[in-house]
């Protein structure tokens, strides 16, 4: 059974960046799809912004030509952000893939975070669960559900899975590989950065690498 709450030991996570940034639109390339893009990394430019950690216990760093989040301690989590400041509703996209660790883990995404106390995630395990939750004045809870509840869709193993989270208004929504899998109604923030996250419960070593993070205007 899934764990209550995810426990954030780690509040504070070493950064390169000092400050947010304002969003830069990439370059339209005609589409429709394209014009929404407000900010999207594939990882392969290893200055784009995003944390550079590597202890033992946790790695946030590019790897392979992807994002790894790597938790080598027990009921831990670690989270990156790209360092940029997304003033209204966004929809994010990301591929997720498993390369080691036990099955019973999480990860995910991260939208409107204002600091490392106050921010919302939606998450996603290996062994088939899924939860939206929110970090306030340092607290986690989930918010979806009391516990991560078992979903339809998410491909369980060490394989990739298509993450996709909404926040739209104060509707909160998480989808995986094309499928709702959780849902909630939220207004404590509105706007603020996005970001990875990965955790471990109570057998350490959860290694998630993601590629081809998007995020878009609803």
Partial sequence: M???SVILAVLVLVTLACGISPVSTPADGGGQQSSNIL???DFSNTY???DRVQEDYKVTDYTDGGYR???NEANYDVWANPSKSFPGDVRIEVDATK???PDDNDFGVICRYQGTSNFYYFLISSDGYAVIGKVQGGDSQYISSEKMQFAEGITQGAATNHIRADCVGSE???YV???LVATVTDSSFTSGDVGLMAGAFATPGTDILFDNFYVYKP
């Fill in 39 to 41: 900010f999207s990394d």
């Fill in 172 to 174: 909160l929504k998480l």
């Fill in 177 to 179: 590989n094309g499928n």
């Fill in 2 to 4: 899934k764990k209550i």
């Fill in 69 to 71: 989040l790597y938790v």
């Fill in 99 to 101: 390369i080691g660790g």
């Fill in 48 to 50: 784009s912004g995003w």
